[in-house]
DNA sequence: ATCGTTGCAAACGTTTTGCATAAGG
DNA sequence: CCTTATGCAAAACGTTTGCAACGAT
């Protein structure tokens, strides 16, 4: 019915921990246009996650998207297909980027925010930023001397956090990837 | 039945592109030491397995290392959970490592390699390694300024191998990860 | 004799699919 | 009106588990 709202703000900007990066559209603006060019429908489901996706997230993965949205029954409810359907659109529509952590899918926001990597505690299972623009050059250069044309990358440092080590906080389930 | 070979020469070193590494043990001694240190068994399947994964492979999925064993009811069949428990083994006992790539897990030998990392071409869909020995000492860096204590770490660039944008060989399934 | 190990079948958790109905263009 | 999108139920996928029989120590 509605359209997608126009200028909307974005709190997850003020509260990333970088910089905002300039960017020319909201990623509502942006992903309506991803649905135009490629003669996809505005529905209420897409609008209402575009929404939800983008005002709340660091990282998360498809079952906690799901747990914070209207159950069964309520107004707004997406089905568990169409929330798959539709993060696999975002990702397709350049506005997360998805990497896989003991078994299961994990987003993030790959539009409006600066390159970053994570640091995975093993103990807490936490994943955190980190911001290296040295990174990003080592990875130019090794690319070129392998002649390999870089699109991304993924870059995770196992180990254990500062709060772990230092709260001796031994147990662990599973210590995967 | 039979005990697990001593001194068992290993292909695999050699048909590495990189420098070996000094090692004391092979890897079936050090599986075998792993077994005893923890009061665990040396059964023909691990004895199969080991033999199998440390001679043939680069990295491989539990699917790609199942389909090189004999068939059920062939001799050495090992059964696919049995493959499974193991893999895990060789990880705990620090011969393999585990990653994942695409939905599945992704295994590659930890013992007796230098340390590298991966291209992943999206379109051939190729695992490529390299080794560079500025990043691990840029990981250290930037571990350090976050006080995490490394244990290991995963990174994996993504974009276009040389063969691939050279041939312009433009045909692709998915690009995930 | 004990207790770890195996194979089987069945379960698991996450993600995907086929299909009939609903709804955007 | 045409075609895409949705929800449902069920399947698919890789992986893990319970259990009885087996085998190493």
């Given amino acids: 019915m509605h359209r997608f709202s126009r200028n909307v703000n974005h709190p997850e900007q003020n509260s990333n921990p970088f910089e905002a990066v300039e960017v020319s559209q909201t990623p509502i603006e942006r992903f309506e246009e ?44 997406v089905s568990r297909p169409t929330v798959y359907r539709t993060l ?8 997360l ?9 994990v987003y993030e926001p790959d539009y409006g925010y600066p390159e970053h990597d994570h640091f995975y505690c093993v103990k807490c299972r936490e994943l955190t930023e980190f911001q290296s623009d040295e990174l990003a050059q080592l990875r130019d250069e090794i690319a070129k001397q392998h002649r390999f044309r870089v699109r991304s990358h993924r870059f995770i440092i196992q180990g254990v956090c500062h709060s772990c080590s230092s709260r001796r906080n031994t147990r662990r389930k599973q210590d995967l990837v």
Avoid at 40 to 67: C, G, M, N, P, W
């Fill in 34 to 77: 991803y649905l135009s060019s490629r003669g996809l429908r505005k529905t209420d489901q897409r609008r209402y996650l575009v929404e939800q996706v983008f005002s709340r997230h660091e990282h998360f993965d498809a079952d906690q998207l799901i747990d914070q949205l209207p159950r069964k029954g309520q107004e707004n409810y």
């Fill in 97 to 105: 980027r998805r990497f896989e952590l003991n078994g299961r899918s």
């Fill in 88 to 95: 696999k659109e975002f990702v397709d529509a350049g506005l």
